[in-house]
């Protein structure tokens, strides 16, 4: 049996604190070749996931601690949605398969689980969004602070 303890978070937390992108991984699946991937992803305010789609898979997010706002966005990046997950908001959320989307974490400490059908492999360019910056790009700090705040309707012109 796999599991998972509260202290288990809280150590996942402190190594995503520590770590250059803010994040951590606690694996579920055996193996990136698994056919269902099962993670714990650590996740401190200030990361960046770049916003992109998975189009083969439908990806299902449970806040195990903290919170987070998923945003959600059309192909030309505009957003078409904004949910929170954890504290008062959503304890699950499944995206459709092709869902634009991005998350940021709203505090210290925070850990989602994630499922989605394997096997693991990198996206594609195709499938992370053109009009948002790659991870370490001069745009990121802007992104970060237009994903903090933005509502539906909003676009990023960093």
């Not at 990136?32 to 099962?38: E, H, T, Y």
């Not at 989602?112 to 745009?139: C, M, Q, R, T």
């Amino acid at each position: 049996m796999k599991s998972l303890k509260r202290a288990d978070l809280t150590a996942l937390s402190a190594k995503a604190a520590a770590a250059p992108r803010l994040r951590a991984h606690w694996n579920g699946h055996e193996a990136l070749s698994d056919p269902i991937q099962r993670l714990a992803i650590a996740m401190e305010p200030g990361t960046y996931v770049r916003p992109h789609r998975h189009p083969h898979t439908f990806e299902m997010l449970l806040p195990l601690s903290g919170a987070f706002d998923l945003i959600q966005f059309d192909e030309h990046g505009t957003v078409t949605a904004r949910h929170r997950l954890g504290r008062d908001g959503l304890a699950v959320c499944e995206q459709q398969p092709g869902s634009w989307h991005s998350v940021i974490a709203l505090d210290p400490g925070s850990v989602i689980f994630e499922v989605k059908h394997g096997p693991y492999a990198p996206l594609a360019a195709d499938n992370l969004a053109s009009w948002s910056p790659a991870e370490g790009e001069p745009a990121v700090p802007a992104m970060l602070e237009f994903l903090a705040h933005a509502v539906v309707g909003d676009r990023f012109n960093g």
